[in-house]
């Protein structure tokens, strides 16, 4: 049975940090691509970041510099570090893992950004 298990969300402060992290079990992590997409209230789900399974990330522009993809294949983990947080990152943020056919969405975490 396939899962992805977010954890790590919260209320943070503008200018801070979080790191969001996802458990998956069930498929053959290394071979997948995995990402972090978020949908905030009235938007579309949106792709935060992307890492591939030899490791090339790619960003969404609105968080260049400010948030980092990880993964550890030992632990069937990925991580998203989350820096300077603004007000305009709150959203629901899902894990996302990709190996066509194949498309698996873990069940997703808030993250509130707000003084």
């Known amino acids: 049975q396939v899962q992805l298990v977010e954890s790590g969300g919260g209320l943070v402060q503008p200018g801070g940090s979080l790191r969001l992290s996802c458990a998956a079990s069930?498929?053959?992590?290394?071979?997948?691509?995995m990402s972090w997409y978020r949908q905030a209230p009235g938007k579309e789900r949106e792709l935060v970041a992307v890492?591939?399974?030899?490791?090339?990330?790619n960003y969404a522009d609105s968080v260049k510099g400010r948030f980092t993809i990880s993964r550890d294949n030992a632990l069937n983990m990925v991580y998203l570090q989350m820096n300077s947080l603004k007000p305009e990152d709150t959203a629901v943020y899902y894990c996302n893992a990709v190996r066509d056919p194949f498309n698996y969405w873990g069940q997703g975490i808030q993250v509130t950004v707000s003084s």
């Open positions: 890492i591939t399974s030899i490791a090339i990330r």
């Open positions: 069930g498929f053959s992590f290394s071979t997948y691509a």
